[in-house]
């Protein structure tokens, strides 16, 4: 390619970029016709609700969906299915996606950067490489979140893309949002912390995070706005004060001030009644509506799994006696083992009761060799030690049995 064609190409690209960020600007700064609010906020330690409005009500996502697409990057990079200077290739789908960063067909891009663009910049052809590495296609990706939202405990949430651009399928509520954003700062603790990034340089280009709560409040630390016109400004907010942690959502904003100004009133609103003690009498979040859909239980592995052959195979982990060990909770985290049964249903009917009791844990079924028989384990993992026994005792006061299993165990 001649040098002034590339040039030429530079430019166009620049003008283009230019143009989406000057169209986002004019919504930012004017009001808009609002979605329907809603909002949340919840401490994240203990998941009491301190203030709920619509929570449970069905709302466009928008860019809140890039952090259910975050979090499969993270499962993926925890388990060793993509690394941070990994290079993707650009495909003509994901290039041709409005509003990112300067991207073509056939260029490559690191994962660091894509998720890095991802969370700055709100990036949706960034979001769409993350999607099209992990699911395949940007298709069967949107139903490897969907399917592993709900083991997160998203009981109303369905996505239908990996970047939150209007789709009218696509729906979540508050309360999903809220968990979503406590699973990654409990579940992914390495990763977190890329939301609190400021900024970071694509193509010798300052690219700034578009969550002002970072700059405006004290102790904000992520997570991840978002707007489509049928929503609103959109907001997940967390922040940490005395080592107290809050996550709150708001959707609905008529601009961006205005939603920042509202999630500032949520945010104090919830250190207040810490501060205040109001807290210990608030309800619990999974004292929200009963799911109204579900899909099988299945591990983040399983999750990741384009396409399960059987519902016994998404449901059961496998393991050798000789194995076993990797069927305990990693180094760290904790679990609850709700029984031990000879038929695998009866593990995934128990798990299928308790699933709401400890909604930032994993469900997991696993087949232990017990010598002559089978026994298929059902176990509530990746929880920390506090929140293993409280889980537990909740379990013991509704007359269930279970024991607490450490990460040594």
Partial sequence: MKRTDMAKGR??????????????????????????YSAIVVDAD?????????????????????????????????????KMDQRLTVSQHAAAQPYGIALRAGQTITVRDAILASITKSANNAATVLGE???GSEKQFAAMMTRRAQQLGMHNTVFQNASGLPNTKQKST??????????????????????????????????????????????????????IAASGFNLVASAKRDGRRIVAVVYGGTSVVARDNRMIQLLDIGFEKIENG???????????PKPNHGLGLISSA?????????????????ATKAAAPAANPPAGEWAVQLGAFKQAAAAEKLLDRVRNKAPEAEPLVDAVDAGKVTLYRARLTGLTQTAARQTCEQLKREKMTCSVVSPDA
């Fill in 133 to 135: 590495a992990i699911g």
């Fill in 11 to 36: 430019t166009l690209s620049a003008i283009v970029t230019i143009c989406f960020t000057l169209l986002f600007l004019v919504f930012a700064a004017a009001p808009a016709e609002a979605g329907p």
């Fill in 174 to 227: 508050a309360r999903d949002m809220a968990t979503l954003g406590i699973a990654l700062i409990k579940n992914h603790k390495p990763y977190y912390t890329y939301f609190s990034t400021a900024q970071f340089e694509w193509q010798d280009q300052p690219i700034r995070n578009h969550n002002h709560m970072l700059t405006r409040y004290e102790g904000a630390d992520g997570i991840k706005t978002g707007f």
């Fill in 46 to 82: 203990t998941g009491r609700v301190l203030h709920a409005q619509d929570a449970d009500a069905p709302r466009y996502p928008a860019s809140l969906t890039k952090m259910m697409t975050l979090y499969m990057a993270f499962d993926a990079l925890k388990e060793g299915r993509l």
């Fill in 302 to 318: 399983e999750a990741a799994t384009p396409a399960p052959t059987s519902a016994k195979a998404r449901q059961i982990k496998k």
């Fill in 278 to 288: 109001a807290d210990s009498n608030a309800p619990l979040m999974v004292e929200g």
